[in-house]
């Protein structure tokens, strides 16, 4: 059946009143400007004339006064995939013209099938716990779902003493702060991981000293620790990247005999295991965050744990303004408000309760992912040591270009053109603009796995049909690599 795009066009005769009341009457926000040979020759949105008329523009104005006639199409007889690839976050709406230029056809971002890396599942009691904080008026950073929150997350970690937080960013900082971390303090981080370690370093004073990781655990190598450490050094701080447990055993062994902190981020690892040990549960601390696309989610949220009750206490403090517990408004230290709501709570209480489930279901998910791809040519699977219980927060996986003769962004963008949502894994600390000092420093193992990984869909409700579909795409794509000349981002075909 032929389409109608009547709705969409407007002869370059009208005025700007036409062209609204096109817009309001097609809903798309969008119309397309063509001659009276039906060729099309610009185009307005409704930002467009938001924007005119915010400047001056009359309704009674020629609409071809301000419509945009270096626009963007795509073309007949190209295939439907390659005109995907010009969709993006400014071209919400691709006109596709037959070659006398006459529309014939329209792809809208928002009609696109898209499968997300990550997406919150909120199917618990969430929404019966947040109701009641709202009935009772407990909303804000006390409640009982605060109280109930930090004792589960404790006896699920087993450590004696959880503690929440508005973040796991500020979780980090308030550990550091807590252990004196500061001017004149060196801390060693591994220079794979998101930035948020590193930052907080410098926040606190400190200076981030940069550790090579290990090619076979992505996570910071205990082998390289020890020529680092400075009568300076005080803390090592240890990033389970990607669900998989650092090689605590060594590591915790290197700063008992220097006399060191360690500092567990678990950011990416809730639940994860080290020999039958829950990370977060063996380092002096241990840092949680609860975004949205985090294993369980507060929307924004984060925890620490710990064994120490004097640790404990010091994070307690400072975490309410560095006020005293039996004397209000009595500040017995300059503290910080990094306190966690009763509704953040709430919710985060409701999603612990389904954790079980989660890495449950989670682990069919990877079994799913691994079963296909495993036997794949140049694609090399995520990290599993037998010491080790992975979570995988993101299902990532390395593309040799070696082996494959494709490169990681290449794969990146051909799985996009397929409507699977795809992320690069972190780019090297060494390398960020905020650490210049650390650029000319050699980090092979960090540079490699930066450039060749990527993570795959892993929500905690991804259907395993979809799993199938990011394998067939990638296993296709990898037995037929002259597809991938079509698909670079910027290059034509």
């Not at 400072?318 to 209000?328: A, F, P, V, Y």
Request: glycine share 6%; net charge negative.
């Amino acid at each position: 059946m032929k389409k109608d795009f009547s709705s969409l066009l407007v002869t370059t005769d009208v005025t700007v009143k036409d062209v609204l009341a096109a817009l309001d009457k097609n809903g798309k926000g969008v119309v397309f400007l063509v001659d009276h040979d039906q060729i099309m020759r610009g185009l307005l949105t409704d930002s467009d004339m938001r924007r005119a008329l915010l400047k001056g523009a009359s309704i009674s104005d020629p609409a071809e006064l301000y419509m945009n006639r270096d626009f963007v199409s795509g073309t007949l007889p190209k295939d439907k995939p390659e005109n995907i690839t010009l969709l993006n976050e400014k071209i919400c709406s691709l006109p596709i013209l037959n070659p006398s230029g006459r529309v014939v056809d329209l792809l809208r971002l928002t009609d696109l099938w898209r499968l997300p890396v990550m997406e919150p599942v909120l199917k618990g009691r969430e929404m019966e716990y947040v109701l009641d904080c709202l009935n009772t008026n407990w909303i804000s950073s006390q409640g009982k779902y605060v109280e109930q929150f930090e004792e589960k997350f404790r006896t699920y970690i087993s450590t004696d003493h959880a503690l929440s937080v508005s973040n796991g960013t500020v979780a980090l900082h308030l550990a550091m702060a807590a252990l004196g971390i500061g001017r004149g303090d060196e801390v060693i981080i591994p220079d794979l991981t998101f930035i948020a370690p590193a930052s907080m370093t410098v926040l606190c004073g400190a200076k981030p000293v940069f550790v090579d990781v290990d090619r076979s655990t992505w996570t910071i190598d205990p082998e390289n620790i020890e020529v680092h450490i400075t009568p300076r050094t005080k803390a090592i701080i240890v990033v389970h990247l990607y669900g998989h447990p650092c090689e605590m055993d060594p590591i915790m062994e290197i700063a008992r005999r220097h006399g060191l902190y360690v500092i567990e981020d678990c950011a990416e690892a809730l639940g994860a295991e080290y020999k039958g040990r829950k990370v977060g549960a063996i380092g002096d601390v241990g840092t949680f965050s609860f975004f949205a696309n985090k294993v369980i989610t507060t929307g924004e949220g984060g925890m620490l744990t710990t064994s120490n009750p004097e640790l404990y206490n010091t994070l307690r403090l400072l975490r309410d303004h560095g006020m005293s517990r039996e004397k209000r408004y009595w500040h017995l230290v300059a503290g910080f408000n990094y306190r966690l709501t009763n509704l953040q709570a709430a919710i985060g209480l409701a999603q612990l309760e389904r954790i079980d489930d989660f890495l449950r279901y989670r682990g069919e998910v990877v079994s799913r992912y691994s079963a296909q791809l495993k036997d794949v040519e140049g694609i090399v699977l995520p990290p599993q040591k037998e010491w080790a219980k992975n979570i995988y927060w993101l299902y990532s996986i390395l593309v040799d270009k070696e082996a494959t003769g494709i490169d990681r962004d290449t794969l990146m963008g051909h799985l996009s053109v397929h409507g699977i949502d795809t992320r690069p894994l972190f780019y090297p600390l060494h390398k960020q603009p905020p650490f210049p000092d650390e650029a000319d420093n050699s980090f092979p193992n960090a540079d490699w796995l930066s450039s060749c990984g990527l993570s795959l869909p892993t929500s905690n409700n991804i259907k395993l049909e979809d799993v199938d579909k990011v394998c067939a795409v990638i296993c296709s794509a990898t037995k037929n690599k002259s597809l991938f000349r079509k698909y670079e981002f910027g290059k034509d075909s």
